[in-house]
């Protein structure tokens, strides 16, 4: 069994590689075996025609937790359903976090249940993810 200390440092490293993550604005919170969890506060960069945070900003975030906990193993775990409902809006400022659980693994998938809520503990929207893990050890690069 892997250590929780070795899949926590394997979340950050890849949290710290994810180029489109950062330029979103969404930093590492938590994450260890099976589990993420990410924040960003709406920017006027998240917003859309109607002055709300756009679903897609909501997605990216939610899919960063999705992608950190489902590879959180050691193995490539690559994303291959997923699902999103919004239940209410997001404003300039709000403090958004996504936190991803595993729901089940086997050998070759897993699903992920994501709830992204802001900081007043409203929930605004739900995800839920489907990955297939590969054989394939993945580490991400040290630095």
């Not at 489907?130 to 050890?137: D, M």
């Amino acid at each position: 069994m892997e250590s929780k200390v070795r899949a926590q440092q394997r979340v950050a490293q890849l949290a710290a590689q994810d180029r489109f993550a950062r330029a979103m604005g969404v930093t590492l919170v938590d994450g260890g075996p099976g589990h993420a969890t990410v924040a960003m506060t709406v920017r006027e960069q998240h917003l859309n025609f109607n002055g709300s945070c756009h679903g897609g900003a909501i997605f990216a975030l939610a899919d960063a937790a999705f992608g950190l906990a489902s590879n959180s193993h050691g193995l490539l775990a690559a994303g291959i359903d997923a699902h999103i409902t919004y239940q209410a809006a997001a404003a300039l400022g709000d403090a958004l976090t996504a936190s991803a659980v595993e729901v089940s693994r086997s050998r070759k998938l897993a699903v992920y249940r994501i709830d992204v809520t802001r900081s007043d503990g409203t929930v605004i929207s739900s995800f839920t993810g489907t990955v297939y893990v590969t054989a394939q050890h993945h580490e991400p690069a040290q630095g």
